[in-house]
T-cell receptor, first 113, second 110 residues
Framework: EAGVTQFPSHSVIEKGQTVTLRCDPI?????LYWYRRVMGKEIKFLLH????????ESGMPNNRFLAERTGGTYSTLKVQPAELEDSGVYFC???????????FGPGTRLTVL | ELKVEQNPLFLSMQEGKNYTIYCNYS?????LYWYRQDPGKSLESLFV?????AVKQEGRLMASLDTKARLSTLHITAAVHDLSATYFC??????????FGTGTSLTVIP
């Protein structure tokens, strides 16, 4: 069974540009989560989808971040415009509706110059 | 907000030695998880601890949970090189978002 995949693995952009990260969860997982780890800090929650609906977006830092999960399958996280403090590793995780264990992707390392 | 403190942040240990990583959390939680991450790879689930006094072991790793002290430990026995990785603890409430510790970067040296 394929795990959680994320694309791209690395992205380097300039301040003010737009970047879109993609996450493909494990097939059949209704729950999809986005997290971010800024260098040296803990991994912090951004938001949680149940199917295509946003269940909890309390961790989204500001309105420059937009997450979508059309059709309840893959999800995208867009940062527009990117700022220096957005640099970090963005993780996606998914879980089945009946269990709580979250399965993580390898992350996307975003560098904003 | 639930806070999770993990220590040490960095751990360099010799092969064959034992050591413990600590994870403290600030308020009650439902579950405690330990994950391992190798560079550039996904976080791999190691253990899920559900109740007070829970102990789980896999190979040279053993995790325990004391919900009264709000403390979990990950004990490494007779370390070997392939245990080198970053280890994270995480707690959850009501099956929703995870709250992570800062991670412990473990290096096992010959």
């Amino acid at each position: 069974e394929a795990g959680v995949t994320q694309f791209p693995s690395h992205s380097v952009i300039e301040k003010g540009q737009t970047v879109t990260l993609r996450c493909d969860p494990i097939s059949g997982h209704d729950n999809l989560y986005w997290y971010r780890r800024v260098m040296g800090k803990e991994i912090k929650f951004l938001l949680h989808f149940v199917k295509e609906s946003k269940q909890d977006e309390s961790g989204m830092p500001n309105n420059r971040f937009l997450a979508e999960r059309t059709g309840g399958t893959y999800s995208t996280l867009k940062v527009q415009p990117a700022e220096l403090e957005d640099s970090g590793v963005y993780f996606c995780a998914s879980s089945h509706a009946l269990t709580d264990t979250q399965y993580f992707g390898p992350g996307t390392r975003l560098t904003v110059l | 907000e639930l806070k999770v403190e993990q220590n040490p942040l960095f751990l360099s240990m010799q092969e064959g030695k034992n050591y413990t990583i600590y994870c403290n959390y600030s308020t009650t939680s439902d579950r405690l998880y330990w994950y391992r991450q190798d560079p550039g790879k996904s976080l791999e689930s190691l253990f899920v601890l559900l109740s007070n006094g829970a102990v789980k072991q896999e190979g040279r790793l053993m995790a325990s949970l004391d919900t009264k002290a709000r403390l979990s430990t990950l004990h490494i026995t007779a370390a070997v090189h392939d245990l080198s990785a970053t280890y994270f603890c995480a707690v959850s409430r009501s099956g929703n978002q995870f709250y992570f510790g800062t991670g412990t970067s473990l290096t096992v040296i010959p």
